[in-house]
């Protein structure tokens, strides 16, 4: 099977999002993609409190531990595979988290609009 090069946002190469907490859709860390992934796991956030209630109170909770599916929970700061609609939600509800922009997959153009994504650019660490 070839592997084909993941890009970002910004057109370059694919970086790592986080591997504490392990996150991607392939649970390797990065935002990669494919049509498996349907829910596009693919904006590359930095959690905030306020983003963490507001997925909460939408259904989402991502901030509470699943220890039996080795989940510890986001807290703030954390870097997490977003899915691009419930970021795009978020940004409409005017509750949306920063975005690594180098970690964030080009298919996450599919749903959010690469202004919006840097408009809420996370600053380099």
Not at 50 to 66: W, Y
Not at 79 to 101: F, I, N
Not at 102 to 125: M, S, W
Request: net charge negative; aromatic share 6%; proline share 6%.
């Amino acid at each position: 099977m070839i592997q084909i090069a993941q890009r970002n946002v910004l057109g370059g190469a694919l970086t790592d999002c986080s591997t504490d907490p392990l996150t991607g859709f392939f649970r390797d860390g990065c935002c990669r993609s494919n049509e498996e992934d349907e829910g596009s796991h693919t904006v590359c956030i930095k959690a905030t409190e306020e983003f963490l209630r507001f997925s909460r109170a939408r259904g989402n909770d991502i901030s509470t531990p699943l220890p039996q599916y080795g989940f510890p929970g986001l807290k703030p700061g954390d870097q997490w595979c977003l899915c691009a609609a419930r970021w795009q939600e978020a940004l409409l509800a005017g509750k949306a988290p920063e975005v690594v922009l180098e970690a964030t997959h080009e298919r996450a153009l599919e749903i959010c609009r690469l202004e919006d994504l840097q408009r809420h650019a996370a600053k380099p660490r």
